[in-house]
């Protein structure tokens, strides 16, 4: 089974502060996505990436940045977090054409 | 551009009842995918099924089964004979590739509570 693994499933941070988010996955899948969930929204795309070291926006990737050095990792970054990108965010990986596998989220709380 | 629709926010059955959960597309890519997700209160989403666009097979497995209708841009989700268990937020969403692990557009989810 794959195993998507999201470092924290609940996180409390204060306005201005860096946030780190991190997932990693143990089945050597070259795609991997960060979205967050809002209610009334769904899911929607932050960035993924398809290797490591390359990465592509998704459609809201403003305040966020992302990190992939090793091919199992993939981090979220809240450079300067702040209240509204309070929300539950998941992660997620993939082998080109198959479905994607999520983790269970973690929910950041910014107060 | 894509779109996914789950007009249904909250649906509340009682067990044993049969309940339908809608997801309307739109896109214009001739080649494209739709899934379903369910979100237990646990939190992670568990995949149940894909559709291609080529394939308008019904399916069932189980309780559940899924009507895929080109014609009317529609992916519908039934459960038959709903269980407590079956509790959860349910996801439709659209692909319109599956390069690179496919990128996903999803509905906003319908909560299905299903009481005893």
Not at chain 1, 52 to 76: A, H, N, Q
Not at chain 1, 85 to 93: K, W
Request: glycine share 6%; charged share 25%.
């Amino acid at each position: 089974d794959v195993k998507v693994t999201q470092s924290s499933r609940y996180l409390v941070k204060r306005t201005g502060e860096k946030v780190f988010l991190e997932c990693v996955q143990d089945m050597d899948h070259e795609n991997m996505f960060w979205y967050r969930q809002d209610p009334g929204l769904g899911l929607r795309l932050i960035y993924f990436s398809y290797d490591v070291k390359m990465k592509e926006k998704g459609d809201i990737p403003e305040g966020y940045s992302v990190s992939r050095e090793k091919k199992e990792r993939f981090s979220l970054i809240l450079e300067s977090a702040s209240t509204n990108q309070t929300s539950m965010y998941l992660c997620a990986s993939t082998r080109r054409e198959q479905p994607q596998h999520f983790g269970d989220g973690t929910r950041l709380s910014i107060l | 551009a894509q779109k996914v629709t789950q007009a249904q926010t909250e649906i509340s059955v009682v067990e044993k009842e049969d309940v339908t959960l809608d997801c309307v597309y739109e896109t214009r890519d001739t080649t494209y995918y739709l899934f379903w997700y369910k979100q237990p209160p646990s939190g992670e989403l568990v995949f149940l099924i894909r559709r291609n666009s080529f394939d308008e097979q019904n399916e069932i497995s189980g309780r559940y089964s899924w009507n895929f209708q080109k014609s009317t841009s529609s992916f519908n989700f039934t459960i038959t004979a709903s269980q407590v268990v079956d509790s959860a937020v349910y996801f439709c969403a659209l692909s319109g590739t599956m390069e690179y692990g496919n990128k996903l557009v999803f509905g906003a989810g319908t909560i299905l509570r299903v009481k005893s």
